[in-house]
């Protein structure tokens, strides 16, 4: 296998190994295939991303091989472009690049203007004939070259030119001279030979390996281990290298540099979208440095801006970029993300990629090349990330409630968020860690600030684009965001700021509406998202492909209502103990647990009846005979004990026991291991007159809205936490006894089921004996996973991210299942239940049914429904629909 692949000018791009991004990374990929449909890329070679981790395994050093091979590409390069590395007369300059499989934005760093040294210097000035182009550009590469490759403070180069232009009284980089640019080189090298002890190298082979190098290393860092960690990227991929021929973007008036999108990220409309800088090179126009101007006279129009758009300015170079954009649409049947360079006129493609976007954007872009006729409407429900939807599922801002805007930004990542103003990374993280709402406010940020940006729930900052790091992070992220608020004025020092004239101090509250780029002091009100256009229509698609159903976990009349408005078919669990911590009713539930006998119990069940049958009436009205399954009472009873002195004074008034009697009542109810103790279906057995009457309620409740609404209910009652066919036996016939005798009184007769969670590895073991008598199971996978892992969810936050960190689970196992172990018991659970009973319905009902990875396994499980939050219900809808496609 070829360690290093050639691409551009006469390359042979044919090895299916060079398409293979897991081999020559997205970048590499790209440049070779748009070379090879024949679109203007400056010849190079990619290192495959196999030379890398053979690299850092090897702790750092390269093969014979791999120097042979990289000897001969870059002849390919020398002679394509005609010139050779390190020819003092007409050198060739490189670029040398990261780029792994999965893009990693900013994480690994280019280097751009390798081969530039004092000799190379002057031909490369005699070359193009710009003195001034030449020394600009060496002096860029001894900077890049001295933060990348030889580990040395940016902060000491940006300070000199910042110097250098203050004492010319000069406020652009373009407004520096030949001579100025020379002088800043000399100064640049001293900086590099006091910091290193060793002066710049000026051997151009000797650069282009430390490139080579720096870029492999690049693979271990902090932050792209962050990155990695955030968005579950394996570790173990590693980056291939490009190398390729420079292309001068600051060679003057008809040179460029820009970023463009064929659609709009933020919105999906379908416009070129982008931006781009005149006389500039690489990243300056996302370096926020100078203000980047729009690509197309609609868009510099629509703003309201003054400087020409590309469009106006060099429309020759524009009607190209736009041919190539329709080129790659077509090619690549998606949203490009671009990066392009024009040389004096002539136009140069250096990346394309799959363009991130939000998740409105996705939606409509998915529905809009549907119609095109470019993808099939079931490629066009498998691009949506199901999680991306969670950005459209959350409140927006209400048009009706009063906005104090104090400033306007860039509308750079759509959605609204209030929130606590942090000035740093570290201080968001913590404080969102302590339950804070938090805008992080930066006035710029770096990814550095990768961490922080997560922890926040909105994200502003007082400089850069649409395109900054800040724009695209969020975007990537789902955070609202405003970019470039020219208002915004940070005191560092003193942890205060000014936002639009107005004083704010860190800790003050602000909302961002990252649709309209807006920021207001305070919180503003938000309102409901809606289901419709386009989020409609690819549910409607997502629906048609799906099997299994999707049901929620609800267990208040509005939480149903949001369900069903989602599209749930039905509650999937209803956790009746939650009905008991409402202020008015605790009391009686306490007067219950404290009760030392069955009538003193019976007494305070009682006074539940009324109050838990209109709790199920209500939730049966929305539900509209809909199935709707209800658990029984689960928790320990210690959870419902009185916590305050009043608390006590208020049960031992309704009892008329002393307090003193209750306190011992409540001592006796201590357990050690609550969790594994007194609970669940151990409570049905050991005190039936809580489930006679929960289940009472629930059949009284029923057969009250069948006969008064008309639509039958269909009750789903389940057992918790049941480990033996015994137990279930006995609780079933406690509750088709109280239905027989319900139905009798009311004169009513409903279709129900009586059913089981299988939560216990036991229970998954013996499920075929269990469905004996359950007519349904529900895999309560939360406790599954605590008893199969042996791991309590409140106490494993401890060290469940080292042990993610470390690969011992791949995911965090209460989020994504762990399916090679408690996926296998649910596997056991399915097998055996089925060979009982053929048509026994089997559901999950914990976290991970709003998984989009679990739900993926129970379709190949072959489930008949997932439940999941109500939120989570169309990401559950569009993840089934995946998981059949
Ligand atoms: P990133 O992955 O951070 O986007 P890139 O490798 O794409 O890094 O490089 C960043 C920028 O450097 C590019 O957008 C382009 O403007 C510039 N660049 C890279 N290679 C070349 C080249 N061969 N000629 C001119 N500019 C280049
Ligand atoms: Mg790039
Ligand atoms: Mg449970």
Redesign the pocket.
Same mark, same amino acid.
């Given at each position: 296998n070829k360690t290093v692949y050639p691409f551009g000018g006469k390359a042979d791009h044919s090895d299916p190994r060079q398409k293979d991004k897991t081999v020559t990374g997205g970048?590499g990929r790209n440049l070779a295939e748009m070379a090879s449909i024949g679109l203007p890329v !400056?010849p #190079?070679f990619t290192i495959t991303t196999e030379e890398c981790l053979r690299y850092l395994e090897q702790g750092g050093d390269f093969t014979p091989e791999l120097r042979d091979a990289v000897r001969e590409a870059l002849a390919h390069i020398e002679t394509t472009v005609g010139k050779t590395l390190g020819d003092a007369s007409d050198p060739l300059l490189? @670029?040398v690049? @990261? #780029?792994a499989a999965i893009s990693m !934005?900013?994480m *690994?760093d %280019?280097v $751009?203007n390798l081969g530039l040294n004092d000799e190379t210097v002057q031909g490369l000035a005699a070359t193009s004939g710009d003195a001034r182009f030449a020394w600009d550009s060496y002096r860029r590469f001894i900077q890049m070259y001295s933060d990348v490759v030889l580990g040395l403070d940016h902060g000491l180069f940006e300070e000199a030119l910042e110097i250098a232009k203050e004492d010319k009284g000069f406020f652009e980089d373009t407004e520096m001279s030949s001579e100025d640019w020379q002088a800043l080189v000399d100064e640049f090298k001293t900086i590099v030979s006091r910091e290193q002890d060793a002066p710049f190298p000026q051997d151009p082979h000797e650069q282009l390996w430390g490139a080579i190098r720096a870029v492999f290393d690049s693979w271990e860092t902090e932050r792209a281990r962050t990155y990695r960690r955030l968005n579950d990227i394996p570790h173990d991929m590693g980056t291939a290298v490009?190398v390729?021929? *420079?292309?001068? #973007?600051n060679m003057g008036d008809t040179s460029a %540099?820009g970023?463009a999108f064929t659609r709009d990220p933020s919105t999906g409309e379908r416009a070129y979208y982008g931006e781009y800088l005149i006389n500039a090179? #690489?990243?300056d126009v996302v370096a926020g440095i100078r203000t980047p101007r729009y690509l197309t006279k609609a868009a510099r129009e629509a703003a309201g801006a003054e400087p020409a758009s590309m469009e106006e300015a060099m429309p020759e170079a524009y009607g190209e970029l736009a041919r190539v954009f329709d080129l790659l649409e077509k090619h690549y049947r998606d949203m490009q993300d671009i990066?392009f %360079?024009v040389e004096r006129g002539q136009l140069w493609m $250096?990346?394309t990629r799959t363009g991130k976007r939000t998740a409105k954007a996705a939606l409509k872009i998915a529905v809009e090349m549907e119609g095109e006729g470019l993808i099939e409407r079931n490629e066009a429900v498998a691009r949506i990330d199901p999680m991306a939807l969670d950005q459209l599922l959350h409140p927006t801002l209400d048009p009706a409630a009063k906005r104090d805007v104090v400033a306007k930004g860039l509308p750079a990542s759509p959605g609204a968020a209030s929130g606590k103003i942090a000035l740093d990374a570290d201080t968001a993280e913590r404080w969102a860690h302590g339950g804070d709402d938090v805008i992080l406010v930066r006035v710029e940020t770096s990814p550095e600030d990768i961490h922080g940006m997560h922890a926040a729930r909105g994200i502003l900052t007082a400089r850069g684009g649409m395109t900054s790091h800040a724009a695209v992070v969020a975007r990537g992220m789902g955070r609202p965001c405003v970019s470039g608020a020219a208002g915004v004025r940070i005191d560092n020092a003193a942890r205060t700021l000014e936002i639009g004239g107005r004083g704010f101090a860190e800790g003050d509250v602000v909302t961002l509406d990252g649709g309209t780029g807006e920021v207001m002091a305070g919180e503003v009100a938000r309102i409901e998202p809606e289901l419709v256009g386009d989020f409609a229509t690819v549910m409607e698609w997502a629906d048609a492909s799906r099997r299994m159903r999707v049901r929620a976990n609800a267990e208040t009349p509005e939480d149903c209502r949001t369900a069903r408005g989602f599209g749930a078919e039905g509650i999937g669990l209803c956790r009746t103990e939650h009905m008991f911590f409402d202020a008015s009713r605790i009391a009686a539930v306490r007067e219950m647990i404290l009760a030392e006998d069955e009538a003193g119990r019976r007494a305070a069940l009682e006074k539940l009846l009324p109050e838990q049958r209109s709790d199920f009436e209500a939730i049966f009205e929305v539900m509209a005979g809909l199935p709707v399954t209800i658990r029984l009472l689960d928790p320990p009873l210690h959870e419902f004990l009185p916590q305050k002195e009043a608390d006590y004074d208020e049960v031992a008034r309704a009892t008329g026991h002393s307090v003193d009697r209750l306190k011992r009542r409540a001592s006796e109810l201590h357990e050690f291991n609550p969790m594994l103790g007194h609970r669940g279906c151990r409570l049905g057995i050991t005190f039936p007159e809580i489930y006679e009457m929960q289940a009472r309620a629930i059949f009284e409740a029923a057969c009250a809205v069948k006969q008064g609404s008309g639509d039958a209910p269909l009750p789903e009652v389940m057992i918790p936490l049941a480990a033996t066919r015994r137990e279930v036996a006995i609780l079933k016939a406690l509750v088709d006894r109280v239905a027989k005798d319900v139905f009798e009184e009311q004169g009513c007769k409903l279709d129900y089921l009586v059913g089981t969670m299988i939560e216990l590895p036991r229970a998954a073991l013996a499920a075929g004996d269990i469905a004996e008598d359950a007519a349904f199971f529900s895999f309560g996978t939360n406790d599954l996973t605590q008893t199969a892992l042996g791991v309590s969810r409140d106490d494993a936050a401890k060290f469940l991210g080292e042990y993610v960190d470390r690969g011992i689970y791949a995911r965090d196992p209460f989020v994504s299942i762990d399916v090679d172990g408690v996926g296998e018991l649910v596997r056991i659970g399915v097998e055996r239940g089925r060979a009982t009973r053929g048509d026994i319905k089997l559901g999950i009902c914990g976290e991970h049914g709003g998984d989009p990875a679990s739900i993926g396994f129970c379709e190949e499980v072959g489930l008949d429904y997932v439940s999941a939050s109500p939120y989570r219900v169309p990401i559950a809808r569009l993840a089934a629909a995946q998981a059949a496609i």
């Open positions: 970048k !400056p #190079g490189v @670029s690049r @990261s #780029g !934005p900013g *690994m %280019t $751009l490009n390729q021929a *420079m292309v001068f #973007g %540099t970023v090179q #690489g990243e990066e %360079t $250096l990346q």
